[in-house]
């Protein structure tokens, strides 16, 4: 179990510092969020809560050291953000890629309306605007293209470290035995 978390931290690192490296190519709405999917990734594989909130909070406090925000911001949003896919995958069937398109993207925005709220209770002079709404959306749709391929490269180094193939929880559906 050890070797799978220490696999799937060290691809999330390594995500986040290609998502730096790819905003320096592409403005941050045409970039996607690989360090949130990444945490989406892991939350909709994982079995056990515990591993994967510390995962999701050594990620976002990662995250935070790397890019100079308020310390614990990306932290806390990253465990809810882990919450949300670990309950979303028990509960609903996220196995094809339009699922999984669509839950990354709702979670993407909800996400960045989540970091707008708390920048505005920190710092002074953040406005809603159009503009925004209009990033935020952007950015939720380009990371929602993108979270299958990152879901997919996740669900394979898990498995490689040794994590077994029946860990990818589907849906459970009961189905009544009638008698003969």
């Known amino acids: 179990m050890m ?3 220490l696999a799937l931290f060290l691809v999330a690192l ?19 969020d690989l360090g949130l999917l990444s945490v989406i990734s892991v939350g909709l594989r994982w079995r ?15 995250v935070d050291a790397l ?9 806390l949003l990253y465990l809810f953000v882990f919450m949300s896919a670990i309950f979303a995958g028990r509960q609903l069937n996220l196995k094809g890629a339009f699922p999984v398109m ?4 709702s979670v993407s925005f909800l996400y ?10 920190f710092i002074n002079g953040i ?14 749709l380009v990371n929602g293209v993108v979270a299958p391929l990152v879901v997919g490269i996740f669900s394979r180094v898990a ?7 029946s860990s990818e929880r589907a849906l459970y559906i009961d189905t009544p035995v009638r008698p003969a």
């Open 159 to 165: 498995v490689w470290a040794g994590a077994d193939d």
């Open 127 to 140: 406005e809603f605007s159009l503009r925004w709404f209009i990033e935020s959306f952007l950015h939720a």
């Open 48 to 62: 056990g809560m515990a591993m994967g909130l510390v995962f999701a909070y050594m990620l976002g406090s990662s």
């Open 67 to 75: 890019s100079g925000s308020l310390m614990g911001l990306n932290a």
């Open 112 to 121: 960045g309306f989540g970091l707008y709220l708390v920048s505005t209770f």
């Open 3 to 5: 070797k799978v978390f």
């Open 14 to 32: 390594l995500a986040v510092m290609l998502e730096g490296s790819l905003a320096t190519i592409a403005p941050p709405p045409w970039s996607p």
């Open 102 to 105: 669509a839950f990354a993207a």
